[in-house]
């Protein structure tokens, strides 16, 4: 033992490269690698008892381990690794040798490099042989008779290389094993890589869901951003409202106006402190007065007035939202009301009867009360405290009224009705107002603008007129308007079926102008048509069209960017306002009757009942239905984080967003 204790401790001595190549130990490496990681190199003196390991290393490996059912599955330790150990190659090369047979020297070698010599260029050898007598095909000379001819002897049948060639059963049986120990190391090797292969699925899995969450993190800065850019531009408008207040001198000397319009105001609006305690997504207050489906709806601020008309009730009823109570009616018009505007204090309502009405929400409650055939002056909607300079006054809504012009807006008391708009000879079906401008459509195929200021129509806009003088367009940009199917619907009198709704359900659609939105002297409307036309208010001319929708077009909106607008054939467009193309498109499997957006998402009215949020950043779309309506939802409002919708169950919602 002591010869072998001392070289083992000069080969733990040495450096590890040192260690495979000692060839006084009769260890080799791979006998090492298999021996217990209990032998170290460095970290300790070997001792006895692991040289009595090492030398026993050949029997224990050479004991049989018992094994499970199911090799494949259960894979030990010790097979996992006998099987990384390169013996099979070298019992293959073993059993390879053990088959080669002598035979004459064929020349293979340089039948080989002139098969390698025909694929490349030829080597200019000068004559010269590159062949060694090694590599020389022996050829027997043929014998020849006395005549000179070769002599024809019997040609014998080659044998088989193998036919003289004996293993034995011992070595035949051992190979066997090898070949069977083989392929059990190889299941071996495959499920040890499979395994490795999991892991690694795992672990792209794993790195998949990280990009996901990093992705979901970033769009969520994307939206926190244009939240904050809505926010500023809300203080602006704010600063700016509030220095001009506190400069009397010359906020008297200029024309009062409103503040901006609701559908354009930006940022966030002021609501109750348990507003942000409420869940969102859900609808936490029913108005249920209607009895018929509701056909629009409009409401001045979150928690503030909102007016609401149905399909059967030419009667719109005010509610307070703060409370959930209704306040009353606006009694005056002689048919369905279709389209409603409500900014602060003032409230436009278009009907059936073809006439546009002005109300003053604040006399609501006082309706009763009043005379029927009592005069009233537009110039006493303004506050009481309000004073007067130069015979002019200015009231809340932004109406100018002066003395001068009394006459002309004197009209006949009716309720809360200050003003009556007449002039469309068929439903008024659409309207927009901001300042003392109001732009109305109606069924008669036209559009109106109105002075508020006068009460007079100062332009009207003929559809049908521009549908037979499309504007120049450049090529390809647009269908000629011959072509165009929908201007067939526009002859006669206007009525096409609705697309069934959620519920199965349908009607007629008879509204030809379906929307109207203008900004400074830029209009745009939706006709029964399928076009959205672009119009210059100073000429009354449409200057462009853009056609793509198949069926009427219900609702639209827009701002600096783009149109958004929603039609009866399924879809909502957007529309690129610099360039007039379709931004993007997005289907659904129903009409859509009602639509509004902001830079983050597009809030529709898709014939379910629910209502469809699209989020512009994530581009992914969700539906609101907690506690919703019951049939399909025909009209919608929103601002900020608060929304107002009507269905056709008659139901007024009010949700937190």
Known sequence: MTPRVFSAATVSGRPRGAVGGSSSSAVDFATLGRAPLRLGFGSRRV?????????????????????????????????????????????????????????????????????RGLLGDDEDHDGGSVASEDDVVMVPRAERNGRGRKSKAKRKGRQSLSAGKMFGTDELRRQTHEIERDKENIHVRRALINNEIDEITHKIEALDAIRSKLEHDLLRLQEEELELDDELEGVRERLELEESASQ????????????????????????????????????????????????????????????????????????????????????????????????????????????????????????????????????????EDESAEGGERHKPNGIRQ?????????????????????????????????DACLVTGASDKTMRQWDLNTGQCVMTMDILWAISHPPASAPGAALPAHLFPGTAAAAGNFAVPTPPYADGTWEMYQDFVGAVQFWGYGL??????????????????????????????????????????????????????????????????????????????????????????????????????????????????????????????????????
């Open 248 to 383: 009397p001198s010359r906020s008297q000397s200029r024309t009062a106006h409103l503040p901006p319009s609701s559908r354009r105001r930006k940022g966030p609006v002021f609501l109750p402190s348990e507003h942000d305690e409420l869940p969102p997504g859900v609808a936490f207050m029913s108005l249920e007065s209607h009895t018929s489906p509701i056909t629009a709806l409009d409401f001045s601020e979150p928690y503030g007035t909102l007016v609401s008309a149905s399909q059967e009730d030419p009667q719109p009823r005010v509610w307070d939202l703060l409370t959930g109570e209704e306040i009353g009616r606006l009694r005056g018009h002689r048919g369905t009301v279709k389209c409603i505007q409500v900014e602060d204090q003032i409230c436009l309502t278009g009907g059936e009867d073809g006439t546009a009405r002005v109300w003053d929400l604040r006399l609501v409650d006082e309706d009763e009360e009043w005379e029927a055939g009592e005069m009233l002056s537009l110039s006493d909607v303004a506050e």
């Open 402 to 434: 002066s003395d001068t012009s009394r006459p002309s807006s004197v009209v006949s008391r009716d309720g809360a009705c200050v003003r009556t708009l007449e002039g469309h000879t068929k439903a008024v079906t659409a309207m927009y107002f901001e």
């Open 524 to 657: 745009v409307s939706g006709s029964g048509d399928g076009a959205v036309r672009m119009w210059d208010m100073r000429t009354g001319q449409p200057h462009r069209t853009l056609l793509g929708h198949t069926a009427p077009v219900t609702c639209l909106q827009f701002d600096e960017l783009h149109i958004v607008t929603g039609s009866l054939d399924k879809s909502i467009r957007i529309w690129d306002v610099r360039t007039g193309g379709i931004f993007e498109t997005l289907k659904y499997d129903h009409a859509v009757t009602a639509l509004q957006f902001d830079t983050r998402k597009i809030v529709a009215a898709t014939g379910e009942n629910g209502v469809k949020i699209y989020n512009r950043t994530s581009m992914q779309h969700s539906t609101l239905l907690t506690n919703g309506h019951t049939r399909p939802v025909e009209r919608l409002r929103y601002m900020d984080r608060y929304m107002a919708s009507g269905g056709r169950d008659a139901v007024v919602k009010i949700w937190a967003l």
């Open 47 to 115: 001792t006895s008892r692991d040289l009595q390991i090492v030398e026993a290393t050949e029997e224990l490996l050479g004991q049989e381990v018992p094994e499970p059912e199911g090799v494949a599955q259960n894979v030990s330790l010790l097979r996992g690794f006998k099987a990384t150990i390169p013996s099979a190659e070298k019992s293959r090369i073993r059993r390879r040798q053990t088959r080669n047979v002598e035979t004459p020297r064929l020349g293979l070698k340089q039948l080989g490099m002139n098969a």
